[in-house]
């Protein structure tokens, strides 16, 4: 059993920052894979970025050279530090946790969640 815990989320103008964390409770060291995925309104959830247990990164296209996926293994903490924010990044982002690689699957593929944290981007 593995349990997440976003926050961080809030509401910022666009090219702000904004640092997402997600604690993680009940798993060992070994072969992993945590994500971060969002969803607006209206729309299919997406993955943004991804972590395994070697430190190797996966981002999304959209969010390339502006975000960065990060893991503090002492402190149990999952990371995403968002800049230069855009309007279109507005969504629930969701930290997820699987026990697998690859990291880049579907979101069905990770079977632990966090609640969800909401990062709202103005204009």
């Known amino acids: 059993q593995v349990q997440l815990v976003e926050s961080g989320g809030g509401s910022v103008q666009t090219g702000g920052s904004l640092r997402l964390s997600c604690a993680v409770f009940?798993?060992?060291?070994?072969?992993?894979?945590m994500g971060w995925f969002r969803q607006a309104p209206g729309k299919e959830r997406e993955g943004v970025a991804f972590i395994d247990s070697d430190d190797t990164t996966t981002y999304a296209d959209s969010v390339k050279g502006r975000f960065t996926i990060s893991q503090d293994n002492a402190k149990n903490t999952l990371y995403l530090q968002m800049n230069s924010l855009k309007h279109e990044d507005t969504a629930m982002y969701s930290c997820?946790?699987?026990?697998?690689?690859?990291?880049?699957?579907?979101?069905?593929?990770?079977?632990?969640w966090g609640q969800g944290t909401q990062v709202t981007v103005s204009s």
């Open positions: 997820a946790f699987r026990f697998l690689r690859p990291c880049w699957v579907r979101p069905l593929e990770y079977a632990y």
């Open positions: 009940g798993y060992t060291y070994n072969n992993y894979c």
